[in-house]
């Protein structure tokens, strides 16, 4: 199920998230997700975007917790800027309800 949401932008983080955390692979969204995120809220989506690569080569590719964890990490004052950095729109790839 690959859906567009009319989405072009992340949300601001909440005071305790201070970091956004775009990951760099499918399986890792999706074990995120399902595995993490359906048992503490109740449901958890994968989605999809392209982002400027002049933007996010400022970043560092971090490995969280073994090889097939990739992830940056993107401090939430910089957010309004990695939202101007995406490109098209944001895409509903798979929902876990």
């Given at each position: 199920?690959?859906?567009?949401?009319?989405?072009?932008?992340?949300?601001?983080?909440?005071?305790?998230?201070?970091?956004?955390?775009?990951?760099?692979?499918?399986?890792?969204?999706?074990?995120?997700?399902?595995?993490?995120?359906?048992?503490?809220?109740?449901?958890?989506?994968?989605?999809?975007?392209?982002?400027l690569r002049g933007f996010i080569d400022n970043y560092e590719v971090r490995e969280?917790?073994?090889?097939?964890?990739?992830?940056?990490?993107?401090?939430?004052?910089?957010?309004?800027?990695?939202?101007?950095?995406?490109?098209?729109?944001?895409?509903?790839?798979?929902?876990?309800?």
């Amino acid at each position: 199920m690959i859906e567009a949401l009319g989405m072009r932008a992340f949300p601001p983080r909440l005071p305790e998230q201070p970091i956004f955390y775009p990951v760099l692979t499918e399986d890792y969204a999706v074990k995120i997700a399902r595995d993490w995120n359906v048992p503490a809220s109740g449901r958890g989506h994968v989605l999809r975007f392209a982002i400027l690569r002049g933007f996010i080569d400022n970043y560092e590719v971090r490995e969280a917790g073994g090889r097939e964890h990739l992830e940056y990490w993107i401090p939430s004052e910089d957010l309004a800027d990695f939202n101007a950095a995406i490109v098209g729109p944001i895409v509903l790839v798979r929902s876990f309800p």
